[in-house]
């Protein structure tokens, strides 16, 4: 066996035959071997921090005795891992079993979100085409310059003919009264001016005139 010194502030790396080592209870220290054939001695703190770090059989760890060169100022001791080691755990059969059991929770998962079947979708009924609103007797404007006229066919009461008019025509008398009527009580002409209440009336008679709607005067 050749003895190992661990000089101070020099990291040495080693693998270990047996990590629990010998325990001198007299002295204070650990023994070990080392898979090279060297042995060498720990004090009590630096052995707590080996059980500590638990390491396997010829794994590799790095022990380091710190000191600051001042005499009576304590040493201190670090152990850890070498990078070869922590990468060989990462690496080792442990990390592979538990990145095969996250992966097939994974999919475990996702098998159980996943539809037995495709949904069937939802067939909403068409909307019904609203009817065509009835025709106005007309279309106004704001009233400041007077109304912006949409001529439509007039849509009056169809009244009883005489002998002497067409049947569904409206007499004049009977036409221009209903007329001023219609223009008096819409609210949308209440601000207007006598002139353009005029206007209107002149407008929408002529129109309807022209399309047949109104007949003669009756005369009582």
Do not use: C
């Not at 067939?123 to 949409?150: N, W």
């Amino acid at each position: 066996m050749k003895p190992l010194t661990i000089a101070p502030n020099k990291p040495v790396i080693v693998a270990l035959v047996n990590p629990d080592g010998v325990f001198d209870f007299e002295l204070g220290i650990g023994l070990y071997e080392t898979t090279t054939g060297q042995t060498f001695t720990l004090p009590r703190p630096a052995v707590v921090l080996l059980n500590e770090l638990d390491p396997e059989p010829g794994e590799e760890i790095v022990i380091q005795k710190h000191w600051s060169g001042r005499p009576g100022d304590k040493s201190r001791w670090t152990i850890a891992l070498s990078t070869r080691s922590e990468v060989a755990r990462a690496n080792g059969p442990e990390a592979t079993t538990l990145t095969e059991q996250l992966e097939a929770s994974l999919s475990s998962t996702k098998a159980r979100n996943e539809p037995v079947a495709l949904p069937t979708p939802i067939r909403t009924p068409p909307k019904r085409q609203k009817p065509e609103a009835q025709p106005r007797l007309f279309d106004r404007g704001t009233g400041t310059d007077g109304p912006a006229l949409a001529i439509q066919p007039l849509n009056l009461p169809e009244l009883a003919p005489a002998a002497r008019f067409r049947p569904g025509q409206i007499p004049a008398n009977i036409a221009i009264r209903e007329i001023l009527a219609f223009i008096q009580t819409d609210p949308n002409t209440a601000n207007w001016s006598d002139q353009a209440r005029q206007d209107l009336a002149s407008t929408v008679y002529i129109a309807a005139v022209k399309q047949g709607q109104v007949g003669l005067w009756e005369r009582s």
